[in-house]
């Protein structure tokens, strides 16, 4: 997943943009799942995006132009509005048949040859199970090739951002499954991998450590008082409670990023970390929302000494109300968590 300037989607060939930080945590969840496949090599196009995903899968990587995206000649590199606006014929006329190419635009034809040779090229040279990280379009020309598809066909066939295609070859080479999304455990060490794809610095990364840790001591007192709190799924979501910590709205953006990835139950956690609306129900979002609360950075503290050191950045009427009511939300997790376990777990 390529990181569009602006965030504006554009006809995306041989323009050669990086990961966008959810493209580097797509990478590292299929790293994942190939690894524990037994790759024992990668073949990369050299564009930026493909070379940065390859880099997650663990085994060596060879890189080679025939495994470079389409060149989308004069589309190439322009935004979908710059396109409609200025081809708007022509964009009409792909959306109903996508085999229709832009001016300049390389073949279907010219696409597959080079893939295939590139492909055979990676085939002689390994040994064993290979990873090719290649593009969208050109993966589905060369499907299109395998199954007897016309190319309007094969332009239609689902490929999402980290997807993995499975291919067998035999006497000749047939698709197993396409375009197949891995969704690997967050484990602790998935969890490390995508602070590093979301550049989080140390203190942030200490914190996150620091708030799994007490939100694990929590959950071991709350289930020994009669509560069925998943205890993975807490620390994963305090983990990466502040995944997003570098962007404004913090807690929306790492919620949202995690439910695009198909961790829905995680961002949906991590939405509310910040701000819990609280209905008196102890579930895994109070657990990881409470000890947030009682950590700063990654020193324990109580709840009345992290939200007197938070109020003296609160400078109008308005943050100061609204400080209050996260102070009384907190203050109520806190008497729930210590009425369920019958003793002061939490001051």
């Given at each position: 997943?390529?990181?569009?300037p602006?965030?504006k989607?554009?006809?995306l060939?041989?323009?050669?943009?990086?990961?966008s930080?959810?493209?580097?945590?797509?990478a590292?969840?299929?790293g994942?799942?190939?690894?524990?496949?037994?790759?024992?090599?990668?073949?990369s196009?050299?564009l930026?995006?493909?070379a940065?995903?390859?880099?997650?899968?663990?085994?060596?990587v060879?890189t080679?132009?025939?495994?470079?995206e389409?060149?989308?000649g004069?589309?190439?590199?322009?935004?979908?509005?710059?396109i409609?606006r200025?081809?708007?014929?022509?964009y009409e006329?792909r959306?109903?048949?996508?085999?229709?190419l832009p001016?300049g635009a390389?073949?279907?034809a010219?696409?597959?040859?080079?893939f295939?040779?590139?492909l055979?090229?990676?085939?002689?040279?390994s040994?064993?199970?290979?990873?090719?990280?290649?593009?969208?379009?050109?993966?589905?020309?060369?499907?299109?090739?395998?199954l007897g598809?016309?190319?309007?066909?094969?332009?239609?066939?689902?490929?999402?951002?980290?997807?993995v295609?499975?291919?067998?070859c035999g006497e000749?080479?047939s698709?197993v499954?396409?375009?197949?999304a891995p969704r690997?455990?967050?484990?602790?060490a998935?969890?490390?991998?995508?602070w590093?794809c979301?550049?989080?610095?140390e203190?942030?990364?200490?914190?996150?450590?620091?708030?799994?840790?007490?939100?694990?001591?929590?959950?071991?007192a709350?289930?020994?008082?009669?509560?069925?709190?998943?205890?993975?799924?807490?620390?994963?979501?305090?983990?990466?409670?502040?995944i997003?910590?570098?962007?404004p709205?913090?807690?929306?953006?790492?919620?949202?990023?995690?439910?695009?990835?198909?961790?829905?139950?995680?961002?949906?956690?991590?939405?509310?970390h910040?701000?819990?609306r609280?209905?008196?129900?102890?579930?895994e979002a109070?657990?990881?929302f409470?000890a947030?609360?009682?950590?700063?950075?990654?020193?324990?503290?109580s709840?009345?000494?992290?939200?007197e050191?938070?109020?003296?950045?609160?400078?109008?009427?308005?943050?100061?109300?609204a400080?209050?009511?996260?102070?009384c939300?907190?203050?109520a997790v806190r008497?729930a968590?210590?009425?369920?376990c019958?003793?002061?777990v939490?001051?």
């Amino acid at each position: 997943e390529p990181d569009f300037p602006g965030g504006k989607r554009m006809c995306l060939g041989r323009t050669d943009l990086p990961l966008s930080p959810v493209g580097r945590m797509r990478a590292a969840m299929a790293g994942a799942y190939l690894r524990d496949a037994g790759i024992s090599a990668v073949f990369s196009s050299p564009l930026r995006r493909t070379a940065g995903t390859a880099a997650h899968i663990g085994a060596p990587v060879s890189t080679d132009a025939g495994f470079a995206e389409a060149d989308y000649g004069v589309w190439d590199g322009l935004t979908f509005e710059e396109i409609r606006r200025d081809y708007p014929a022509l964009y009409e006329r792909r959306g109903d048949d996508p085999s229709i190419l832009p001016p300049g635009a390389e073949s279907f034809a010219s696409r597959v040859a080079r893939f295939s040779a590139a492909l055979s090229r990676a085939l002689a040279a390994s040994d064993g199970d290979i990873a090719v990280v290649t593009h969208a379009s050109i993966t589905k020309s060369f499907l299109g090739k395998v199954l007897g598809l016309p190319p309007a066909r094969s332009a239609a066939l689902e490929l999402p951002y980290g997807g993995v295609t499975a291919l067998e070859c035999g006497e000749r080479l047939s698709v197993v499954s396409v375009g197949a999304a891995p969704r690997p455990a967050l484990d602790e060490a998935l969890c490390a991998e995508f602070w590093a794809c979301a550049e989080l610095p140390e203190n942030i990364r200490a914190h996150c450590a620091a708030v799994a840790a007490l939100a694990g001591e929590l959950c071991l007192a709350l289930n020994a008082a009669g509560q069925q709190l998943d205890a993975e799924l807490t620390r994963s979501c305090a983990l990466l409670h502040d995944i997003a910590r570098p962007y404004p709205e913090h807690a929306s953006v790492g919620g949202a990023w995690l439910e695009t990835l198909g961790y829905p139950r995680e961002g949906a956690i991590v939405r509310r970390h910040m701000a819990l609306r609280f209905d008196g129900a102890v579930d895994e979002a109070a657990v990881v929302f409470i000890a947030d609360k009682l950590l700063r950075g990654d020193t324990r503290t109580s709840i009345a000494g992290r939200y007197e050191a938070s109020r003296k950045k609160c400078l109008t009427p308005e943050a100061l109300a609204a400080h209050a009511a996260r102070l009384c939300e907190a203050l109520a997790v806190r008497d729930a968590i210590n009425d369920i376990c019958g003793k002061e777990v939490i001051q």
